[in-house]
């Protein structure tokens, strides 16, 4: 397994990032893989791992790199630069093109653990995985960011409320289950590869969400002063077409349009997510939210731009006892004989 040395003050500054570059390139390797983990990724692969596939028929060249690139337990690092706070895609793409031909051929050779195929020994190979990325949050991405970012928002909340429950080593076990774990005595695991231990004590540790159900690691060069671990988003978020049941005992105690918005709270949520998910109108949601808040069945937290809404305790409560089975009826008392 692959684990990093942290100190307390690594674990101090480190937070929680959003790159709408990692959402790209997390992106690119779903289209890459071709299989939607649920159906939020399969609908959107529908819609565009056609026009992804004709465009390498028409690239061989680039394909050949997306390949190579991604490799089999190692991305070529020039294509996964460390996100940095507020940096725009724009920005981060460019740090991908900037990237000098000798060492993008250098990545290339350690993700593919050997040589470079003589088709990718050219000066070029920056650019076109530039454009491709480009591409993917052109068509893929950018028409969707701004509900995927209030979902990724979403996350960020719900593992800030996870480490207060926990502390940050339930934070950090459940990240990539069974990848990720804090292993103790200042030891984070951060894959299941045997590479050797990285010393980052004192380093910045950015933790960066996804949508797609995928994840990797990245670090900064030269210096490497900055480590980030990106991961996927808790999946019930991603996907917006899971509509859990509601319990009939809950349905009738709140009725059921205000039971659903509550049951669907499980995870942080914002007012236009519970609407797109429910198909309410705006207002019956905020009606809904507010009656909730009151009740103290919810809070609401800020996280950047959204106000996002979860259950408390005692909503938790009341969910988790209306999906309790009944007790069956007890027969009357016969009197003796």
Known sequence: MGWWQVNADTLARSRFVLSPYAEAFASLKLLHAGVGAHPGEQDWLRAHLPAYRARLAAEPDTALLVRAGLGRDWIADFLTP??????????????????????????????????????????????????????????????????????????????????????????????????????????LQVNLHEYPPRE????????????????????????????????????????????????????????????????????????????????????SVGRHLRVLLDAGLVERRRAGRSVLYSRTAAGEVLVRSAEQPAPPERAPDTPRR
């Open 200 to 283: 980052i004590s004192g380093a910045e540790l950015l933790f960066v969400p996804v949508t797609p159900q995928t994840g990797w690691v990245s670090w900064e060069e030269p210096g490497r002063e900055r480590y980030a671990v990106v991961y996927p988003c808790v999946g019930a978020l991603a996907d917006e077409h899971r509509r859990p049941p509601v319990p009939a005992a809950l349905g009738a105690l709140l009725g059921r349009a205000r039971a659903e918005v509550l049951v669907l709270l499980a995870s942080p949520m914002s007012t236009t997510q519970v609407v797109a998910v429910t198909g309410q109108g705006l207002g």
């Open 82 to 187: 460390t996100p940095r706070d507020g940096e725009s895609f724009e920005d981060a793409v460019a740090r991908v093109r900037a990237t000098p031909p000798e060492a993008v051929r250098a990545h290339l050779r350690m993700s593919l653990g050997g040589p470079l195929p003589a088709a990718l020994d050219r000066d070029d190979l920056a650019e076109r995985a530039a454009r491709l990325v480009e591409y993917v949050w052109q068509e893929g991405v950018r028409p969707y960011w701004g509900r995927r970012r209030r979902v990724l928002e979403a996350d960020v909340v719900a593992r800030t409320a996870q480490a207060g429950r926990g502390g940050w080593a339930a934070v950090l076990d459940a990240l990539r289950p069974g990848r990720t774990r804090w292993l103790g005595e200042s030891r």
